[in-house]
């Protein structure tokens, strides 16, 4: 028969030694990862963009949603290069990364110039069945990557807040938000910034834009008709240069940006702004001044 003490003796010898073989393997996986800290700095999980260089105040955000039909990076890519270039830090979100959730909380971001790359479209085309009933027949939707569930978001649905939307009646069906979703169900207020909307229809009328500066958007830049993708990725990309780089007041860069790329060949779409107001002003005045102060831009001191 084994002795009892015995056994409690190698149990408590084996614990000990079990307690030390971990503690051993957790500092030298401490070490090593110091180590690696130390001498590969680029394994952090801090954004480059976030170092030294950029003011905090000047980030931009690029909601890239037409990645979900091209791959392509280079607009994304030349447009975070120019802004960079100029100090500004730069958030891009792409494709599946578009949801109603991201939607939600884009106040709660604060980015102070927010370009859409997203696709549009009025709540009256036959792709946007259930595109009803509380909003006029003009008011357009801004597509998600989230792919269309008649369970999903029931209320938001039920009101016409967000509806099932796709590009052509074949394609798959993404959920879109509305003019209602952003009055009623965005988290929070934006805090003033300028919107560019690479997207069709968004200025064909105001409903959309007018829902964002409730919200606290400042202005809206984008086309009154529909546009071809290549033709508005050129578009934007002159606009931010005649905007940042030329410091152009919003009138003279929209009207500068027409002029050397011209409407859209297909669509004779155009380029413009609302409210009127916003055109007097650069874009480093739009982001940095209140809204306040902007409304009182008529007055001769300010401009």
Known sequence: MRN??????????????????SVATLMIAYLIFMIFSIFYPSLNTTDPQDMAGFDEKKRIAIIDQLSLYDNSTSFTDNMTATLNSAGYQVDVYRDREITIGFYKNLPLLEHRLIIFRVHSAPSHVEFMPNATQSQPWWSVYLFTSEP?????????????????????????RYFAIGP????KSMRGEFNDPIIIMSSCKIL??????????????????????????????????V???????????????V??????????????????????????????????TSNSKIIASERKDFI
Do not use: C
């Open 180 to 183: 209602d979703f952003i009055r």
């Open 204 to 237: 064909n009328e105001s409903d959309l834009a007018d829902a964002l500066i409730d919200r606290g958007v400042k202005g809206v830049i984008s086309w009154n008709d529909l546009v071809e993708l290549n033709h508005t990725d050129r578009t934007v990309e």
């Open 4 to 21: 009892p003490m015995k056994i409690k003796s190698k149990l408590r010898k084996f614990r000990r030694r079990f307690v030390e073989i």
């Open 239 to 253: 606009l931010i240069e005649n905007l940042i780089m030329e410091e152009m007041t919003v009138k003279d860069a």
């Open 148 to 172: 269309y569930s008649p369970f999903m978001y029931p209320i938001e649905q039920l009101s016409g807040q967000v509806v099932q939307a796709a590009i052509t009646e074949a394609s798959p």
């Open 255 to 288: 009207e500068a940006t027409m002029e050397e790329v011209g409407p859209d060949p297909y669509y004779g779409s155009k380029l413009v702004y609302h409210p009127d107001v916003i055109g007097k002003v650069d874009l480093e005045r739009l982001i940095f």
